[in-house]
């Protein structure tokens, strides 16, 4: 199963997907790192101490919301990309025929891919999010919180392992080009019911369908935990980065982790019994 964890990690850089993701990374960063700091130090903050604190906080823990925001969604499209075609096109090319005429049992295989795609997503997003707390602390004197930025980190690596499994168990089926529009509509979907569940004052109705919807794919919640980790549940903060005063529950991260290993089994299933001829 590490064999061919292994393996995946080599297609990986075959097909310079690490370069070029290191690259344009770096570029966001660097950007990233500009606009925080031209945000900042563009006013001044010497007028009144007590104004001048709140006025601080709230820029800095905009420019960390801003820069998590858009982690989230290079996250989820690497991790979609980067796996959705590794069942579908490898039996196309006649590649995984060869490993399966092999004596490995098919969950081996199925396994050993998501534990390298899992993998492969889950380093490319704990490096973007310390990248970008550490630059917020850096430049816009984010203060960060120990604990509390662990447990964040920790939640976020449940974003890549979702998407990772849910594509790699569409890839059994479709096309990369289906499943990666298929996918990425989905976490669209996600998204949707991610501002339903926090937009203030809405109705109960639509604030149960957004929580629906997040049942059906939990990665926006995992976001919005997330961020009130990293925001140590600062109500202020929460309100006015408009990301709602309350947060999925521990309980709701436990059901993220139960879902992640309901789609593995499924989808080891799925695999073992699919008509390869």
């Known amino acids: 199963m590490l064999t061919i964890a292994r393996i995946t990690w080599k297609e990986i850089l075959s097909r310079k997907v690490l370069v070029v993701t290191a690259v344009l990374s770096l570029l966001f960063l660097a950007l990233y790192w500009y606009i925080c700091y031209r945000s900042f130090h563009t006013k001044t903050y010497d007028i009144g101490f007590q104004t001048n604190a709140l006025e601080q906080y709230t820029v800095s823990a905009t420019m960390v919301a801003i820069g998590l925001y858009l982690t989230n969604f290079m996250v989820a499209f690497l991790s979609i990309f980067s796996t959705i075609g590794t069942i579908s096109s490898e039996l196309e090319s006649g590649v995984l025929l060869s490993v399966m005429a092999r004596p490995i049992a098919r969950w081996r295989i199925y396994l050993g ?65 289906t499943g990666g529009i298929a996918l990425t509509i989905l976490f669209g979907i996600g998204l949707i019911g991610g501002f339903l569940e926090n937009i203030p004052g809405i109705n109960q109705s639509l604030s149960s369908t957004g929580f629906t919807i997040g049942l059906f794919i939990p990665t926006d919640p995992a976001y919005h935990r997330m961020m009130f980790d990293v925001l140590s549940g600062n109500m202020l903060a929460l309100s006015l980065l408009a990301s709602g005063s309350s947060s999925p529950s521990g309980a709701f991260m436990i059901y993220i982790v139960c879902y992640i290993a309901a789609c593995l089994s499924f989808g080891v299933y799925r695999f073992s019994r699919r008509d390869i001829t």
């Open 113 to 177: 891919k998501w534990i390298g795609y899992a993998a492969w997503s889950i380093l490319f997003a704990l490096i973007l999010y310390w990248a970008i707390l550490l630059v917020a602390h850096f430049t816009t004197g984010f203060i960060l919180h120990g604990a509390d930025d662990v447990r964040g980190c920790l939640v976020m690596i449940l974003i890549p392992l979702v998407l990772v499994t849910l594509s790699m168990f569409a890839s059994i089926y479709l096309s990369p080009l």
